[in-house]
């Protein structure tokens, strides 16, 4: 029996999203949850604040600090500065400088590339890693949502993230069909921030338009539709200006990310081989994610498939609570993990 050595510190999983990078540590859940935000003064090269402090400043810092986002579209961009955020917050988990080499499990979209996945695993070895393993991020999702992913039976997820949007009917523990577009949370507000500059003459920042659409934002028309005030720059005169917008137009801004959103769903479903398609009519497609908080994105989805739609009970953690489930039973869920390319 080999000897566990207590200073390697414990087993991780972590959901490394565009939005949010959570971690999930063995036997102590889920303890963190930032934003996959880094400030870096780039006078000294010098990291001044990550995760949510980094976040806050954001549009807010003088020109010698910058606020980075290390991932676009699910996939990092910049991989320094995600190595120095995921050493970061490795170490803000275990508390310990040294010797900390846990295995670490990380979740990608299933529509990465090999050199995109060996920049995963690059930036998780250089900030301490022992081991890293890869799992998609639809299945961990369909894992960490309780829907069984090793019964010969089909299970479909749909993940709307801050980047991407992953698709994906699971059977016997792999993915039989997958559509990942780069499509999510990140094109809703920037499809709202050129819809108020069109209409409004208004600029509006990348927060502002997160909020208004977390406030109002939703995916088809309700009965009780809320407006709210906005305020922006305005671009004629270049000073503070308050608008007041409606739900109706902040939907109608947000229409072409969330076609693609549904076509997605749609394309996924005409691939989906027949047998499988007709578990999917008893147990339904489960919506996760951040995006699935999204109000009347069920009730889209549900119309546009003519399928029952099942938001799952914490659609912003189930991801991380799947890879962490990996973890947990490593040796028997091993198989879901993605393969090594082969040199």
Do not use: W
Not at 162 to 191: F, H, K, P, Y
């Amino acid at each position: 029996m080999p000897v566990s050595l207590p200073f390697l510190g414990r087993d991780m999983a972590v959901d490394l999203g565009t939005a949010n990078t959570l971690v999930c540590v063995r036997d102590r859940g889920i303890v963190l949850d930032e934003p996959s935000v880094v400030a870096i003064n780039t006078r000294n090269d010098r990291i001044v604040a990550v995760g949510a402090e980094a976040k806050r400043m954001i549009g807010r810092t003088p020109g010698y600090i910058t606020a980075i986002r290390p991932l676009k579209d699910g996939v990092i961009t910049d991989l320094e500065v995600a190595e120095r955020m995921l050493r970061y917050f490795i170490l803000k988990v275990h508390h310990r400088r040294y010797l900390v080499q846990p295995r670490v499990v990380v979740a990608v979209p299933s529509g990465t590339t090999g050199v995109e996945q060996r920049a995963v695993k690059e930036a998780a070895l250089q900030a301490g890693a022992r081991r890293v393993y890869l799992i998609e991020e639809p299945m961990a999702a369909a894992i960490g949502s309780g829907l069984p992913v090793h019964e010969p039976a089909g299970s479909m997820v749909v993940d709307v993230g801050g980047g991407t949007t992953e698709v994906a009917v699971v059977s016997m523990g792999g993915i039989v069909t997958a559509c990942s577009i780069r499509i999510g949370g990140d094109e809703l507000d920037q499809a709202i921030i050129s819809h108020i500059k069109k209409e409004h003459a208004l600029l509006l920042g990348e927060r502002t338009a997160e909020q208004l659409k977390m406030r109002i934002g939703s995916a088809s028309p309700a009965s009780d539709e809320p407006d709210t005030e906005i305020r922006g720059r305005d671009l004629v005169t270049g000073l503070p200006k308050n608008v007041r917008i409606t739900a109706q137009e902040v939907r109608e801004a947000m229409s072409e990310p969330l076609n693609t959103i549904v076509d997605a769903v749609q394309t996924t479903l005409d691939q989906c081989p027949p047998e499988l398609a007709g578990d999917l009519m008893d147990t339904g497609i489960a919506l996760t994610g951040g995006g699935a908080l999204l109000r009347g994105l069920d009730v889209r989805l549900a119309e546009a498939t003519g399928m029952p739609i099942k938001l799952v009970d914490d659609p912003l953690r189930s991801v991380v609570l799947g890879a962490g489930h990996c973890i947990e039973q490593f040796s028997r869920l091993q198989e879901v993990f993605v393969p090594a390319p082969r040199h």
